[in-house]
T-cell receptor, first 112, second 108 residues
Framework: NAGVTQTPKFQVLKTGQSMTLQCAQDMNHEYMSWYRQDPGMGLRLIHYSVGAGITDQGEVPNGYNVSRSTTEDFPLRLLSAAPSQTSVYFC???????????FGDGTRLSIL | KNEVEQSPQNLTAQEGEFITINCSYSVGISALHWLQQHPGGGIVSLFMLSSGKKKHGRLIATINIQEKHSSLHITASHPRDSAVYICAVVRGLNDMRFGAGTRLTVKP
């Protein structure tokens, strides 16, 4: 099993560009989440989903968009990239919110 | 004030020592997670707790819901245990909030 797959692993963008970070899981998990990790800040929840068609905002949602059209995929869209969005992004999934989370390997994003 | 506080921030131990990392939280939760982040960046779930105590190998996690406190213990620590240990709480369905992490270094 691949588990949680994130692509790309690395990306450099210019301010104002848009892009989509991909996240796919093959465990039939209903719950999926996006986090960002910044030095000295720890992990912070951006958006989460509790099933196909259902998404909700986390702690730091501004500047990001998500949708969940299938159980497997949960893409994260940066609408107009800003230097403040330079971070490492992690996607995670679980069968329920109070079950162990499975993390992807992360996407390191730099915005110039 | 952060909703999830971990202590210590940094911890250096000699191989074989017993290690304790603490986590306190200030909100109502449905569950608490302990995560391990390797030096390469990957994150692994160690435990998910809603009450009591869990043990896996040399790792033990406890939670006291009334006191809003959890501890992660490592017995007979080893250099391969060197990592960042992160406490996270689940609010509601899937709203997770994280502590800043404890960086553990175990010296041979």
């Amino acid at each position: 099993n691949a588990g949680v797959t994130q692509t790309p692993k690395f990306q450099v963008l210019k301010t104002g560009q848009s892009m989509t970070l991909q996240c796919a899981q093959d465990m039939n998990h209903e719950y999926m989440s996006w986090y960002r990790q910044d030095p000295g800040m720890g992990l912070r929840l951006i958006h989460y989903s509790v099933g196909a068609g259902i998404t909700d905002q986390g702690e730091v949602p501004n500047g990001y968009n998500v949708s969940r059209s299938t159980t497997e995929d949960f893409p994260l869209r940066l609408l107009s990239a800003a230097p403040s969005q330079t971070s490492v992004y992690f996607c995670a999934s679980s069968s329920q919110g109070d079950q162990p989370q499975h993390f992807g390997d992360g996407t390191r994003l730099s915005i110039l | 004030k952060n909703e999830v506080e971990q202590s210590p921030q940094n911890l250096t131990a000699q191989e074989g020592e017993f290690i304790t990392i603490n986590c306190s939280y200030s909100v109502g939760i449905s569950a608490l997670h302990w995560l391990q982040q390797h030096p390469g960046g990957g994150i692994v779930s160690l435990f998910m707790l809603s009450s009591g105590k869990k043990k896996h190998g040399r790792l033990i996690a406890t939670i006291n819901i009334q006191e809003k406190h959890s501890s992660l213990h490592i017995t007979a620590s080893h250099p391969r245990d060197s990592a960042v240990y992160i406490c996270a709480v689940v609010r509601g369905l899937n709203d997770m909030r994280f502590g800043a992490g404890t960086r553990l270094t175990v010296k041979p």
